[in-house]
């Protein structure tokens, strides 16, 4: 892993706060208790209590809720500079479960290190606070996505704003992105099925739009997408710090 000042979190706080050399160095601390974990294997299981935090240093990981008849719901994708269970480990509960998509690295984080963080440096928590409430707007994006458009801006939408994610850390632009999500990922988080979802992305490849094949989405018609899906990238307020 690499040292916490290059990290994507790093990276993604300091869109929101000028960070310090103390809050470095407090970031630093938060990344200590490194792990791997395997694609496939539950980090945290719904319902799980005593768990750790864990900020993704590399690899995708889903949240997924879990009904009575086995069937899931993807509450969202984490990405490199996401934090996992934040809220459930000061809620001491886990509301959802946690599922590495493909081999990842993460940095435990107990309860107790980041109420030591916050109370060392109130400016980084705020910029915790800042990306945890960023975290919530998208998840009101995806029930607005669920609920009210129609499958091919609903996917147009959910495509933009993982780059919009991924172009934070580094790692994404307005050409594309490499992404490991498999069409029954997708139809799990839209609420389509996987059939659906194969006619769909024909659909917006065949309209020129946006290509995903072979583990990589293309953008073609980047401002065209865009108008598709209405996508007011106001929401993940990536526009600068705002604390300096």
Known sequence: MRSAEHSPLTRKLSAFVALSEVELAVLERLHERRRSFVAGRDMVHQGQSAQAAYILSSGWVCSYKLQAD??????????????????????????????????IEAAEVLASDLIDAFARTPRLATAILWAA??????????LVGI???????????FLL??????????????????????QYHLADTLGLSAVHVNRVLRQ???????????GRVTFHDYGGLVELAEFDPEYLDQTGPLLK
């Open 133 to 142: 409430s960023r975290d919530e707007a998208m998840v009101v994006e995806h």
């Open 204 to 214: 917006l490849r065949e309209s020129g739009l946006v290509t995903f094949r072979d």
């Open 70 to 103: 086995g069937t899931r719901q993807i509450v969202d994708f984490q990405v490199p500079g996401d934090f996992l269970g934040l809220r459930s480990v000061l809620l001491r509960t886990s509301d959802h479960s946690f599922e590495p998509i493909v081999d």
């Open 161 to 182: 704003e993982l780059g919009s994610r991924l172009a934070l850390v580094g790692i994404g632009s307005k050409e594309g992105f490499d992404c490991p999500l498999t």
């Open 147 to 157: 609920g009210r458009r129609d499958a091919d801006a609903r996917m147009a939408h």
